[in-house]
């Protein structure tokens, strides 16, 4: 019986504290929607972070390095990038080809600043997979090293965590560092790019 009285007893107070938390909790103001129109409209306008992706699209040969075990000496290849600017100076595209590990290798990607998000976002498909890799992070206060992170599932289960970091060193040099983590394992270089512009 006291058990019965112990459970209404807090049945009650569950349902007093419940009805407080309700009166206390004002209904959030909902927008005009020709504001909101208008807010997405000026989201949707390129900015100075999209000027300086703009100052990349041309064509490129590309010098890239591969660690695949820390201490090895990195495997060396070359290759070529077209970079431009698409859907009215809002992304830019890049079309690699050349050589992965001693085979040929294409890939694309496409980066991003997100306006809402106040974030960059990078996506990247290539002919080593059937996946997308996703990427996204900030840049330093001139815009011209970007610091990217994100993760793809490895065989057997688990992910290998990844972060990159991109540098505009000037208008005709920019380079592309990989690093990545096993699990809890320490990060290693696993990549680094070097852009030379053609044109």
């Not at 300086?52 to 495997?75: F, I, R, Y």
């Not at 306006?115 to 996946?131: A, F, H």
Request: overall charge neutral; some cysteine.
């Amino acid at each position: 019986m006291r058990l019965i009285h112990l459970a209404v007893a807090g049945l009650c107070v569950a349902l007093t504290v419940s009805v407080a938390m309700a009166k206390e909790k004002k209904p959030e103001k909902q927008m005009d929607m020709q504001a909101v129109m208008e807010a997405y409209a000026k989201l949707a306008e390129p900015g100075e972070p999209h000027k300086q992706l703009a100052s990349l699209a041309g064509n490129w040969t590309t010098q890239t390095k591969e660690w695949m075990e820390p201490g090895k000496p990195p495997t060396e290849s070359t290759g070529s990038v077209e970079m431009k600017m698409v859907l009215g100076g809002r992304f830019l595209q890049q079309e690699f080809s050349g050589e992965m590990m001693g085979h040929p290798y294409s890939g694309m990607g496409i980066s991003a600043y997100d306006n809402l998000l106040k974030r960059y976002v990078s996506t990247w498909i290539d002919t080593m997979g059937t996946g997308v890799f996703v990427m996204d992070g900030t840049a330093s206060a001139d815009g011209k090293t970007i610091t990217l992170k994100g993760q793809h599932a490895e065989l057997g289960g688990g992910h290998m965590t990844h972060r990159a970091v991109w540098k505009i060193v000037d208008g005709n040099t920019q380079t592309f560092e990989m690093y990545g983590t096993h699990g809890h394992g320490k990060e290693m270089k696993m990549m680094e790019i070097t852009y030379t512009r053609k044109s």
